[in-house]
T-cell receptor, first 115, second 113 residues
Framework: KAGVTQTPRYLIKTRGQQVTLSCSPI?????VSWYQQTPGQGLQFLFE?????QRNKGNFPGRFSGRQFSNSRSEMNVSTLELGDSALYLC???WGRGRGQETQYFGPGTRLLVL | KQEVTQIPAALSVPEGENLVLNCSFT??????LQWFRQDPGKGLTSLLL?????REQTSGRLNASLDKSSGRSTLYIAASQPGDSATYLC????????????FGTGTRLTVIP
């Protein structure tokens, strides 16, 4: 069974640009969550999508947005990039029973560098 | 808001030694607790998920314990190997019923051959 895949794996952008990251969950999983990981703040929750609907959102500015397609694949978008957006962006998939009842499977991440 | 702390931040041990990693959380009303491993620049690998009704969970050389009342969990690694070198993170789910996880700060483990 294929794991969670994320594309691209590495990305370099300049301030002010926008970026779109993609995540394909494990087959059958309907929940996709996104996290940002930085050395200073650690792992922080961005948002979760379940059956094409945003079910929960973390404390990030509106520049961070996402969506989920009918095949459960998800994309996240960051507009007007800032230097502080440089981070490893991880997505995780699960069946989606909520309340963290089940193991979440993480992808390898997309490393974004903003210059 | 749930806060998760891990001590120590870094640990270096000789190969073969048994070791314990600590995780504490402020809100004891958790559904479960997960331990993850992260290799440098990589994603997270789930090691163990221990339900709130359980006291222990074992997988190979790993044993996780959970004490909800005191807000603590430990990950015991037996007979450590150089391949165990990684950052270990614990995480608890959001109590509102959402699926997001609150992560600890991590313990970077180095096992010296």
């Amino acid at each position: 069974k294929a794991g969670v895949t994320q594309t691209p794996r590495y990305l370099i952008k300049t301030r002010g640009q926008q970026v779109t990251l993609s995540c394909s969950p494990i087959s059958g999983h309907r929940s996709v969550s996104w996290y940002q990981q930085t050395p200073g703040q650690g792992l922080q929750f961005l948002f979760e999508y379940f059956s094409e609907t945003q079910r929960n959102k973390g404390n990030f500015p509106g520049r961070f947005s996402g969506r989920q397609f009918s095949n459960s694949r998800s994309e996240m978008n960051v507009s007007t990039l800032e230097l502080g957006d440089s981070a490893l962006y991880l997505c995780a998939s699960s069946w989606g029973r909520g309340r963290g009842q089940e193991t979440q499977y993480f992808g390898p991440g997309t490393r974004l560098l903003v210059l | 808001k749930q806060e998760v702390t891990q001590i120590p931040a870094a640990l270096s041990v000789p190969e073969g030694e048994n070791l314990v990693l600590n995780c504490s959380f402020t809100d004891s009303a958790i559904y479960n607790l997960q331990w993850f491993r992260q290799d440098p620049g990589k994603g997270l690998t789930s090691l163990l998920l221990i339900q709130s009704s359980q006291r222990e969970q074992t997988s190979g050389r790993l044993n996780a314990s959970l004490d909800k009342s005191s807000g603590r969990s430990t990950l015991y690694i037996a007979a450590s190997q150089p391949g165990d070198s990684a950052t270990y993170l614990c995480a608890v789910p959001d109590q509102t019923g959402a699926n997001n996880l609150f992560f600890g700060t991590g313990t970077r483990l180095t096992v010296i051959p």
